[in-house]
């Protein structure tokens, strides 16, 4: 008699999200509602407002302690969580760190969280790579290992290593720090800035001495000027456990705040072919298994690699929307079911349709209300300038909740008229027409 065979518990995913942004609806919008979920979320006095609490599908989070004011609270209620979880669920979890902070988080207490968690990067998904997330170490093995260009670059730990850092580089040239911290302290002393640009030495000596007393490792580079044009792109990847590619979208920013090294409040998810060999080149040498992403820029007809980022994005929503489902393929690649899948998939669909943008509603409008004076009209005539469908992270159509109290928020603080812009999303967001019926019968009961 054949004994019956014990069934395999599908792995959950455990989302990291700091509190002021959401997650759970791009799960949703990838067809992934099977995939148990757990979300946790870093709480602390006069946090911003966490919008997904509003979402229907979110029954189960965890709250820890902000990782930057009380790291050791962080870790611990961390910990608790996770050792629960896996014994629950008799395997360690996958976790999905969406901020620098979360990764920056996991990384620094690996240690402790090893026995209970797997993370994406490694080839089976059992280290941390702290090698890449330090972006100078990750910029010395791809000179190492590789033939891929990057712009002329230099690191500076000290004020006794800045004369000779100055003396290494051509100008103009920016500087960012090496690693985030958990505060995210870079951005907020240079006005939300993510990189500063220094045109002669003197304002590079000047600049390196304030932040190197501040305790920044600092990651330096040659200027290459590109702005937002096609010279200038994010390469989004799904590679497998032999370093290949398997999923690949390029990503055109149509909105930066601040310009032009803040936050993209608006992208293009799109394809652009020539970029494809230089990435798979970066993530052969990074020898990278998991999400990842890197920008690149084009100087004299040849792809520069600036920098990468593994982590998943804010939102994996307009991918899926353009056959792109990264969620799922790393559930698969879990489970061991990749060999049905495509060789590579590209956002071909999308080709010769609607493009498909995604969209930080309330970035995009608080900055350019406050750069460019824009009111509701003119803000929503720029977005009517955008030709193609519309993805906002909190705005799901199948769970507009935690979009429209966003949006209320929103026109409350630049007073704006709120069901004219909510009535106006609802006919942007994607995924289009289907869904409009079900949206606005939903609106009409949050209102």
């Known amino acids: 008699m054949q004994r ?8 959950p995913i455990i989302i990291m999200r700091a509190n002021d942004l959401s997650f759970y609806g791009t799960i949703m919008s990838c067809g ?8 946790v979320v870093f709480e602390y006095d006069g946090s911003p407002p966490w919008y997904s609490r509003h979402s229907r599908y979110l029954s189960d989070t965890v709250e820890i302690a902000n990782a930057f004011t009380e790291p050791g609270r962080a870790r611990d209620d961390f910990l608790v969580a996770v050792r629960e979880l896996s014994k629950q669920w008799e395997q360690r979890l996958m976790v999905l760190p969406t901020s620098d902070t979360n990764l920056v988080f996991l990384m620094e207490n690996y240690e402790q969280f090893e026995p209970y968690i797997r993370i994406m990067g490694d080839r089976n998904f059992d280290a941390a790579r702290w090698d890449l997330v330090h972006k100078y170490s990750c910029h010395e093995i791809l000179r190492t290992k590789s033939t891929v260009k990057q712009p002329q670059t230099t690191y500076c730990g000290s004020i006794g290593e800045i004369d000779a850092a100055v003396e290494a580089m051509n100008f103009p040239v920016i500087f960012k720090p090496c690693t985030k911290d958990l505060g995210q302290t870079f951005y907020s002393s240079h006005n939300g800035l993510k990189a500063v640009k220094c045109e002669t030495p003197d304002d590079m000596r000047h600049l390196l001495v304030q932040d190197i007393h501040k305790g920044y490792e600092l990651l330096i580079q040659e200027y290459v000027p590109a702005n937002n044009s096609p010279n200038h792109i994010l390469f989004v990847l799904y590679a497998d456990a032999k370093h290949d590619i398997r999923l690949a979208s390029t990503v055109k920013r149509h909105a930066i705040i601040p310009f032009p090294f ?29 999400f990842g992403m890197m920008e690149l820029m084009k100087h004299q007809g040849e792809w520069l690699f600036i920098e990468f980022n593994g982590r998943p994005w804010i939102s994996p929503g307009p991918f899926a929307q353009a056959a792109l489902n990264f969620v799922d393929f790393l559930d698969r690649d879990m489970n061991g079911k990749l060999s049905t899948a495509p060789i590579l998939a590209t956002p071909t669909s999308i080709e ?4 498909l943008f995604y969209l930080n509603l309330g970035g995009a409008a608080r900055g350019l209300a406050s750069e460019q004076s824009l009111d509701l009209d003119g803000f929503l005539d720029w977005l009517e300038s955008k030709q193609g469908d519309m993805y906002e992270c909190y705005f799901n159509l199948l769970d507009p909740a935690p979009g429209t109290t966003a949006m209320r928020d929103l026109c409350a603080e ?7 812009l909510l009535h106006y999303m609802a006919n942007r ?15 009409v009961k949050v209102q």
């Open 262 to 290: 803040g936050t993209a409040t608006l992208w293009e998810v799109g394809w652009q072919e020539d970029t494809l060999q230089t990435a798979q080149k970066v993530i052969k040498a990074l020898e990278w298994r998991g």
């Open 4 to 11: 019956p065979v014990k069934p395999v518990k599908r792995p």
């Open 429 to 443: 967001v994607a995924p289009g027409s289907s869904s409009q019926y079900l949206a606005m019968s939903e609106l």
């Open 414 to 420: 630049l007073d704006w008229d709120f069901g004219k």
């Open 32 to 39: 992934l509602a099977g995939i148990p979920s757990v979300g």
């Open 352 to 355: 010769g349709g609607n493009n």
